[in-house]
């Protein structure tokens, strides 16, 4: 969760945001294969920590490096003391790392939901594969928002300058000097909702802005709902295999830096 959003939580997690770990989960899968040789992965923009939290539990053999600017000295001893787990570092930036840290070769950065957040991105890209140790090939995993035509003042509320497509973030992903790899949209069904809720927006009738730590549905509701988003993942991925490739509320893109 963005820490704008933060002061908002809800003890009980949005039914998207379950979702899209298991989503972004199978998709660090396939850039980094579960082996018994420990894997160090750079969640940049780590936010609150609650994907890395469940990455943790999901892959025993990696240790994450958690960076995000919002956090102060006195809140990243905090945030360690809460979560209170020896494979997971949290910085305020990369250049923090001591150096038993800087000498690990990072195998992979995500960079989830956090491009859409920077103004010069490209620039930005450029100095996260600067600043790691690159004597290896890295990977890299963005997701972003999907479609500009979407912007609302959600976008505004959680500070995004922009939203992407498939073309675009490769374009980006190009520009800092990376490989795109693969790039797809998951999240087909809930285009129509944003849609409704742009339109909604234009005709004055949503004005409120909430985030998603403003959930209050039952645990059955929210199961049933992270559930019908995994379907919607898994049946638009299986047209994809079939060459159909469906639209979606949020874009990726697998990347890599060739070994320099």
């Known amino acids: 969760m963005d820490i704008t959003e933060q002061k908002y939580t809800d003890p009980q997690r949005h039914p998207w945001e379950l979702a899209r ?3 972004l989960l199978e998709l660090i899968n396939t850039c980094i294969p579960s082996t018994n040789e420990r894997k160090f992965i750079a969640d940049i923009g780590c936010g609150d920590c609650f994907f ?3 990455l943790l539990k999901a892959r025993q053999d990696v240790e994450i490096i958690g960076i995000d600017p919002a956090y102060s000295p006195e809140d990243i001893i905090q945030k360690n003391k809460e979560l209170d787990e020896p494979r997971f570092h949290l910085y305020s930036s990369l250049d923090q790392l001591p150096f038993s840290l800087k000498e690990k070769k990072i195998q992979l950065i995500l960079l989830l939901d956090v491009v859409e957040h920077i103004e010069k991105d490209i620039a930005f890209l450029q100095q996260i594969i600067q600043s790691v140790n690159s ?3 890295i990977k890299m995993l963005v997701s972003v928002p999907a479609y500009q035509g979407l912007f609302t003042g959600h976008d ?3 500070k995004h300058y ?9 374009q980006t992903i190009i520009a800092a000097g990376l490989v795109p790899v693969r790039t797809g949209y998951f999240f087909f069904s809930l285009l129509p909702v944003r849609i409704f809720q742009k339109l909604a927006e234009k005709t004055g009738l949503r004005r409120k802005q909430k985030g998603i730590g403003n959930w209050h549905g039952s645990p059955f509701v929210s199961k049933l709902f ?3 988003l995994l379907f919607d993942y898994q049946f638009s991925k299986l047209l994809g295999k079939a060459g159909i490739n469906l639209p979606g509320l949020s ?3 697998i990347c890599k830096k060739p070994v320099s």
Do not use: P
């Open 226 to 228: 992270k559930n019908y």
């Open 52 to 54: 890395s939290q469940q």
């Open 156 to 158: 505004v509320f959680l």
């Open 135 to 137: 004597a290896t090939e």
């Open 21 to 23: 770990f298991k989503i």
């Open 251 to 253: 874009v990726y893109c």
């Open 162 to 170: 922009r939203r992407y497509t498939r073309k675009s973030i490769s």
